[in-house]
């Protein structure tokens, strides 16, 4: 006996419960759903229902209309021979009566409402890509993955389903760091997917996650595009709308309004101070006015440039987008995907996580909510939710205060690294953006000094008299050891440092250092650091390196990857990523990867490695 869904809704299509007004900033905001959605999902669908509410006499036309609008499967390249299955399934009247009782209760932005959406890539049926619904500014577009590579999946029940349909028993979710825009993280992770191809097979499901960030410079392909760029106030100005752009405009003036209007009543202030000391003193004091005037000018330009920098920098935007959105959007990914998962009993996957630079920042963050949220009593340590089982952590220069592995601090990084089973650290103390950007973009908002300062990225291993390797930290001008006496070694001891400080590429360009030099350093027995004699002039080697790589790779001159300071142990022709593979593709206890890995950079003189110091149960 079919059971009749009730309508809560009495007026027959097309609706009229609402004013013509109404009606028109309905269509608006329907519209900028549907153009800022992934096609045939969970929530366009459901802003197209209401759309053709409007337009068609019944319920069952529009359920009859939906599936017509999709799109020929014509692209030899796909691999999912049921495209779009749960669109179909689930898209009936009864769906479409659902989406409308929910319209006319005032509950549509409630129940449709996500923030990340899930792509599954066309060339393999195990990759995946989530991407976070939020956009690096608020006048920005969602920009999608390319349709060619990338299909939306209808839900994140979806891809539950997917993974229990192929009894899948892992899942390697892959996350970027700062100053990485959607687009360029599309590409890359197309190219990575593709070199990961037999390890995303066989039950190993890859995941990419791609959170808001901004592109900090210009981009540009040619010297006109170059000019072009150089001549607006924020490299992302030039794509907005016009009144928006004016907006971000009248914000900037109002910024340097301010700026100069605090340097003006300074200057007056310490000008009226100066006549009143001449007169009761009877000092000549305003003879150096003009001079004081001049200097003033030039400290006002110099700060105005500097604040300026700082912001076109995207340092600190990428950093409140990563804790913000990043952070709770794949939290809600993981905590629906275990919900998802919850109806196959027999599903339990092992979980990996790789976290670049910021991205270890997200990670570390989500692993502590995840642990929180669905920890229980008798719970193993590395288990969370009912399906979920933490298995390697992968941080690669991670921007991480080193301050957070203190003893007697609660904190995410504590919490985080406590839950995983396995982590491996791969670190520089090459990389100049930790080093120099974090700590100029951290020094205001971080509780100390600090934690401005030093970070788990730039940690580097070092041999002292006797061959015993320990690790050591870099700051600008000096290393010390990680270790100091209020440090929690249990914590150092866990990780399997990977210092890749002297890492290259295999075809002589790439890789995360250009300069082979080692430290030259004068060790100081009484601070117990070590001064660093060259640093600074490897640092600026390296500085022209990356410039000239990124100018030749962006204008075409060269298909090879370029020097990348912080991000090069992604780049395919590296060991790095030799060891990123090994790492996901074994299935062998840690005692055993650590031998694997004292063979595999034994011989190589570009990456030391120290195994944990953990004891192995």
């Known amino acids: 006996m079919e059971i009749e869904i009730k309508r809560e809704y009495k007026d027959k299509l097309p609706f009229n419960w609402k004013s013509d007004a109404q009606k028109e900033s309905d269509r608006s905001w329907l519209q900028e759903i549907i153009d800022d959605t992934a096609p045939f999902s969970d929530r366009w669908a459901k802003a197209r229902i209401v759309q053709l509410a409007y337009e068609l006499d019944s319920e069952e036309q529009i359920a009859d209309k939906l599936p017509n609008e999709l799109p020929e499967e014509d692209n030899p390249q796909n691999d999912h021979p049921e495209q779009y299955r749960c669109f179909k399934e689930a898209v009936n009247v009864e769906y479409v009566i659902n989406t409308l009782n929910q319209w006319k209760g005032k509950k549509f932005r409630q129940r449709s409402a996500r923030n990340f959406e899930v792509f599954a890539y066309r060339n393999n049926p195990n990759v995946f890509l989530v991407i976070s619904r939020t956009t690096s500014s608020f006048d920005l577009n969602h920009k999608l993955p390319p349709k060619e590579h990338f299909q939306a999946l209808f839900n994140v029940n979806e891809l539950a389903r997917l993974i229990q349909d192929s009894k899948a028993k892992r899942l390697t979710l892959r996350t970027h760091g700062y100053a990485t825009p959607s687009e360029n993280f599309y590409k890359g992770f197309s190219?990575?997917?593709?070199?990961?191809s037999e390890i995303a097979q066989d039950g190993h499901f890859y995941i990419g996650y791609s959170w808001p960030s901004e592109q900090p410079l210009p981009v540009f392909k040619t010297w006109k595009g170059l000019l072009s760029k150089l001549a607006v106030f924020s490299p992302q100005l030039d794509k907005k709308p016009l009144k928006k752009r004016d907006r971000q405009i009248d914000i900037r003036l109002k910024f340097l309004f301010?700026?100069?209007?605090?340097?003006?009543?300074?200057?007056?202030?310490?000008?009226?101070?100066?006549?009143?000391?001449?007169?009761?003193f009877s000092l000549q004091l305003l003879t150096f006015l003009p001079q004081w005037v001049g200097i003033s000018s030039v400290v006002f330009l110099l700060w105005g440039l500097a604040f300026w920098l700082l912001r076109q920098t995207g340092y600190q935007g990428d950093r409140t987008r990563a804790i913000y959105y990043g952070v709770p959007d794949l939290a809600e990914f993981f905590w629906r995907l275990d919900k998802g998962l919850s109806k196959a009993p027999d599903?339990?996957?092992?979980?990996?996580?790789?976290?670049?630079?910021m991205g270890g920042l997200v990670i570390l963050n989500v692993l502590c909510i995840l642990c929180y949220q669905f920890r229980k009593d008798g719970q193993k340590d590395h288990k969370f939710g009912d399906r979920f089982t933490l298995d390697k952590l992968i941080l690669a220069s991670p921007d991480v205060p080193l301050e957070l592995m203190r003893q007697g601090r609660s904190n995410y990084v504590r919490d985080a690294l406590n839950c995983c089973d396995q982590i491996y650290l791969m670190s520089s103390d090459r990389d100049i953006i930790l080093r120099y950007l974090s700590n100029v973009g951290n020094w205001f908002t971080e509780p100390s000094i600090e934690m401005s300062g030093l970070r788990l990225g730039n940690v580097?291993?070092?041999?002292?008299?006797?061959?015993?390797?320990?690790?050591?930290?870099?700051?600008?001008?000096?290393?010390?050891?990680?270790?100091?006496?209020?440090?929690?070694?249990q914590l150092f001891n866990k990780l399997n440092y990977l210092d890749c400080s002297r890492m290259g590429s295999k075809k002589g360009r790439g890789g995360v250092n250009g300069i082979r030099s080692a430290l030259a350093k004068i060790y100081v027995e009484k601070l117990q650091i070590d001064i660093n004699v060259n640093g600074i002039f490897i640092d600026l080697g390296n500085a022209i390196r990356y410039v000239y790589d990124s100018i030749s790779y962006r204008l075409e001159r060269s298909n090879l990857d370029g020097l990348d300071l912080h991000g090069g142990y992604f780049q395919q022709e590296t060991i790095s990523f030799e060891i990123l593979e090994f790492l996901l593709k074994t299935e062998l206890e840690e005692k055993d990867i650590q031998t694997q890995l004292e063979i595999l950079t034994g011989d190589r003189s570009e990456i030391l490695f120290l195994p944990s110091q953990k004891p192995v149960s």
């Open 460 to 489: 580097y291993l070092r041999k002292d008299s006797e061959g015993k390797i320990a690790p050591w930290v870099r700051a600008m001008f000096y290393s010390q050891p990680t270790l100091q006496p209020t440090t929690d070694p």
């Open 258 to 280: 301010f700026l100069a209007l605090s340097a003006g009543i300074v200057g007056t202030l310490a000008t009226g101070l100066l006549m009143l000391a001449e007169k009761v």
């Open 347 to 357: 599903c339990s996957l092992k979980v990996n996580m790789i976290g670049h630079s």
């Open 191 to 196: 190219k990575e997917a593709d070199r990961l």
